[in-house]
Nanobody
């Protein structure tokens, strides 16, 4: 069983930056493809970014491409989401997720492909 804890959310003005972290425990971190999703009020949860087990491959939603960057440090059991040039429409609860995949690589864009989820961290971007 893997536990995920996000941190780093907060309030920021449009054009600003935030860095989210997701600390994992309870499993072999490098056996998991990691992803970030978000859910805005009244909307469905949506894919943001994913990173392969060793960080060699990343994929992004079109809405964040060029502004967000996902990374991971397997020695620290942590994945990160660097968010730059934030827009009000980026306001959402951001969730970290892990997909157990010891023999295959990503990308994993679908909610159903992920086995473990964090509780989420709020990001609010004001105009």
């Amino acid at each position: 069983q893997v536990q995920l804890v996000e941190s780093g959310g907060g309030n920021v003005q449009a054009g600003g930056s935030l860095s989210l972290s997701c600390a994992a425990s309870g499993g072999t971190f490098s056996n998991h493809i990691m992803g970030w999703f978000r859910q805005a009020p009244g909307k469905d949860r949506e894919f943001v970014a994913t990173i392969s087990r060793w960080g060699l491959s990343t994929h992004y939603a079109d809405s964040v491409k060029g502004r967000f960057s996902i990374s991971r440090d397997n020695a620290k059991n942590t994945t990160y989401l660097q968010m730059n040039s934030l827009k009000p429409e980026d306001t959402a609860v951001y969730f970290c997720a892990a997909s157990y995949s010891p023999y295959t690589s990503g990308p994993r864009r679908q909610i159903s492909e992920y086995d473990y989820w964090g509780q989420g961290t709020q990001v609010t971007v004001s105009s």
